[in-house]
């Protein structure tokens, strides 16, 4: 290891450069990881929202409206 040790702050400041990118690399990979997982999240729950509705027209169950969330029919 003493053949890679730097020796001068000019050999320091490329180390530490190196490593700040190397760093910043593995940052944007692990962002776009996310993204990518976030973006296939929020589709599914879109075609979770569509399912659901779906099965409920089919049910004959109206959206609910309103705070206090209660079916259209019991509110005679």
């Known amino acids: 290891m003493a053949d890679t040790d730097p020796k001068t702050m000019q050999d320091l400041t490329s180390v530490v450069q190196t490593l700040l990118q190397q ?42 409206e309103g705070e206090n969330k209660t079916p259209a029919t019991q509110n005679s």
């Open 23 to 64: 760093m910043q690399d593995k940052l944007q990979t692990m962002y776009s990881q996310i993204i990518g997982r976030v973006d296939d999240m929020s589709s599914h729950i879109g075609d979770l929202e569509k399912n659901i509705a779906d099965l409920m027209t089919q049910a004959g169950v109206e959206e609910l």
